[in-house]
């Protein structure tokens, strides 16, 4: 039965000691007390009677318990199985409006109670605008509820397979199915082929991946392969810059980054790929298929013709063979075949280098670039002037070297009229020049003996390419800004500092805790003549939409939730950035800084969302962040180093069809990055 509750019964006074007595209600103010009292109403329940089912309906409310006790059913044991008993003085339901995930358990009167229910709405717009009540509910699901557990269950085992040096894929994968990965929708359900986490996962493994079984990963080269190149087969990763070596048929050597990220990357895609394949074998499960595969794949091309009509033969429906196709373009048959014998038998070898006394591959790669920019400037980065300035780039690198490179102002008109002829321009542009970069890629594809015209360009006006990156990854172009042409540069751009002393250190994208490292080592090399550092990164969002730009006011390390609040840089910038980019297009709040992109699911995103406000998520601006803050205790930075993180959206995880497994669309992706990199350059030059 429901009921309002009257101006001094005895359900409002349990009420008002229930919302003043218990954690987390005792934090709020008298005032939030009130709106919770006034929308919600009181219901009482007979024993037996259900106040909540199980599974994925709407959410109800979280209901505050007045007197009498419930029990959780587990209905899908037979028989049923109590979890647990609530007593009066105790609330439940707020799991699913915050975490966003199907209720485990339905909820029914174990005795006749009384019960507050507060509506979803109004409890969740009390929990965004409360922020101690929302911290002090998140701790209480985070460590009281173990509503993480799966992660750390998953990130242990890796850790203590780490130390004994050998990981057995097999006994991972219950543990990594556990976690119910947002972009691996399909990891539990071996009636779906979950194709777009497949792809996922096969763009960044070794290319021979699915006839491989044994890794030897390592974040050292041993001693004995010092001339890797000359010993062993390079082995291609398409969407993850990797350095990789095949030592045997069926054995790679993968050279992986410092700490922990590359290798959780490395080995939740070969989950993914494990669970997936595992499925499509299942298909294939007939003496029929596999010697039908074998037949086909022996005979002459020219006889059995393409792919295509073979691959009908095979027990997939026409829009998994077409997403197949995709993953494995003219070799899915191959593939396939290779598959039905590999039964994810993985093994991982890791040879962490404990007694290697070489230096350690980001100091290496620090030389390298200080002996370029000794070769460059004609001075040594610890000998520059003080009021020689350096600005460090974390980029893609492309589109800055593209802003300043004349090359793209002097052939614009050669590489439009391309464009039209070839039926490849589109409208909808906002910048010009941006649909210039965009198509340009597709120029210099059709006539790849421009490409050394374009390099020329940039060696022209001071943009040095270092070739060498150590193993790291990490490439980097040295920019003298004395010799940049503010007549041929983009529009976007404002040179108004012209003729200042300054060098652009612009690296690529670093991976995960690699980026402290990496920035260390810099801000060691070129120290106090350092007066910026930025970062323009990537991330997916938990509003907006692909192709917008986030601005992160604070990050959140997804491991400990250390926070760490962000100097405010630029504060002009939000103003500049929402005219560059048009209406709707920019968000600033809490980034969140994750462990690997696998390693998330919809609760943690839900979570992170609700309690600490977060607008995306992201894996290195802590780290990024990290090295300053220590930079700056110890003197390294002179006062006013500038800070800037500015990221565009690659993704919306919680948003199906719209996560990284589908790869942004020029028009989605251009403008943005180009946007945050006329800004940064902007702010650098004038």
């Known amino acids: 039965m429901v009921r309002e509750l009257k101006a001094g019964s005895a359900e409002l006074r349990s009420l008002m000691d229930f919302l003043t007595g218990v954690v987390p209600f005792r934090f709020l103010k008298d005032s939030c007390h009130a709106l919770l009292v006034e929308a919600g109403l009181c219901s009482s329940y007979k024993r037996g009677e259900v106040l909540l089912e199980g599974g994925s309906g709407e959410p109800e409310g979280v209901f505050l318990l007045l007197s009498g006790s419930v029990e959780s059913i587990d209905d899908k044991k037979k028989p049923e199985l109590r979890v647990n008993v609530i007593d009066s003085g105790s609330y439940f339901g707020e799991g699913r409006l915050i975490l966003g995930s199907p209720r485990q358990y339905r909820v029914q009167a174990l005795e006749d109670c009384l019960c507050f229910i507060i509506p979803a709405p109004t409890f969740l717009g009390i929990l965004s605008q409360n922020r101690g009540f929302a911290l002090s509910l998140g701790r209480i699901l985070r460590e009281g509820q173990g509503i993480f557990g799966a992660f750390e269950r998953f990130t242990s085992q890796v850790i203590r397979d780490l130390a004994l040096g050998h990981i057995e894929l097999r006994r991972l994968l219950p543990l990594y199915q556990a976690l119910e990965p947002a972009l691996h929708s399909g990891a539990n359900d071996e009636s779906v082929l979950d194709t777009a986490a497949l792809l996922y996962a096969v763009r960044r493994l070794p290319e021979?991946?699915?006839?491989?079984?044994?890794y030897l990963?390592?974040?050292e080269l041993p001693f004995m392969y010092a001339d890797v190149d000359k010993l062993f087969t390079f082995i291609h990763s398409e969407s993850r810059h990797r350095f990789i070596y095949e030592m045997l048929p069926g054995k790679d050597m993968v050279l992986v980054r410092n700490g922990l990220s590359d290798l959780m990357d490395f080995v939740t895609c070969l989950c993914v790929l494990a669970v997936e394949t595992r499925k499509i074998r299942k298909r294939m499960n007939h003496p029929d298929i596999i010697r039908g595969l074998s037949d086909y794949l022996r005979a002459d091309s020219a006889q059995v013709g393409p792919e295509g009509p073979f691959l009908e033969s095979l027990p997939f429906s026409a829009q998994e063979r077409e997403e197949l196709c995709r993953i494995w373009p003219g070799k899915t048959a191959q593939r396939l075949r290779e598959l039905a014998f590999t039964r994810q038998a993985y093994s991982l070898d890791i040879r962490k280098q404990t007694d290697n006394y070489n230096a350690r591959l980001a100091e290496l790669w620090t030389q390298e670039v200080g002996l370029a920019a000794e070769a460059y400037l004609g001075l040594r980065p610890p000998e520059l002037p003080d009021s020689y300035e350096v600005h460090i780039i974390s980029s893609n690198t492309h589109s800055v070297s593209n802003c300043l490179n004349p090359f793209f102002t002097r052939n614009a008109k050669e590489i439009l009229g391309w464009a039209a002829q070839e039926?490849?321009?589109?409208?909808?542009w906002l910048n010009p020049f941006d649909e210039l970069y965009s198509l340009t890629r597709g120029f210099l594809r059709a006539k790849p003996e421009r490409i050394e015209g374009l390099r020329e360009s940039e060696r022209e006006r001071g943009i040095l390419r270092m070739k060498e990156t150590v193993t790291t990854g990490i490439q980097v172009q040295l920019i003298d800004t004395t010799k940049l042409d503010p007549a041929f540069i983009d529009p976007g751009v404002s040179l108004s500092g012209r003729g200042k002393q300054a060098l652009i250190v612009n690296i690529d994208y670093a991976f995960g805790e690699q980026a402290q490292d990496i920035l260390?080592?810099?801000?060691?090399?070129?120290?106090?003549?350092?007066?910026?550092?930025?970062v323009l990164g990537k991330a997916g969002a938990l509003l907006g939409s692909r192709g917008d730009v986030l601005?992160?006011?604070?990050?959140?390390?997804?491991?400990?939730?250390?926070?760490?609040?962000l100097p405010e840089a630029c504060p002009d910038c939000m103003q500049t950035l929402a005219a560059r980019l048009g209406p709707g297009k920019l968000h600033r709040g809490p980034l969140l800084?994750?462990?690997?992109?696998?390693?998330?699911?919809?609760?943690?995103?839900n979570f992170y969302r609700s309690i600490w406000g977060c607008v995306g998520l992201e894996m290195e601006g802590i780290y990024y962040h990290w090295a300053m803050a220590e930079a700056r205790q110890l003197g390294l930075l002179r006062e006013g180093a500038e800070t800037r993180f500015l990221y565009y959206v690659s993704d919306l995880p919680l948003l199906p069809g719209a996560g990284l497994s589908e790869r942004l669309s020029p028009q989605e992706g251009i403008p943005p990055l180009y946007a945050i990199t006329r800004e940064v350059l902007t702010r650098i030059l004038s």
């Open 520 to 534: 260390r080592s810099l801000i060691l090399l070129f120290g106090a003549n350092i007066r910026s550092v930025n």
């Open 217 to 219: 990963l390592t974040d």
């Open 208 to 214: 021979n991946v699915t006839s491989s079984l044994v």
């Open 423 to 428: 039926g490849l321009k589109t409208p909808g």
């Open 593 to 605: 800084t994750v462990g690997g992109t696998l390693l998330q699911n919809r609760s943690m995103l």
């Open 551 to 565: 601005v992160p006011d604070s990050f959140i390390e997804q491991k400990t939730d250390a926070l760490e609040i």
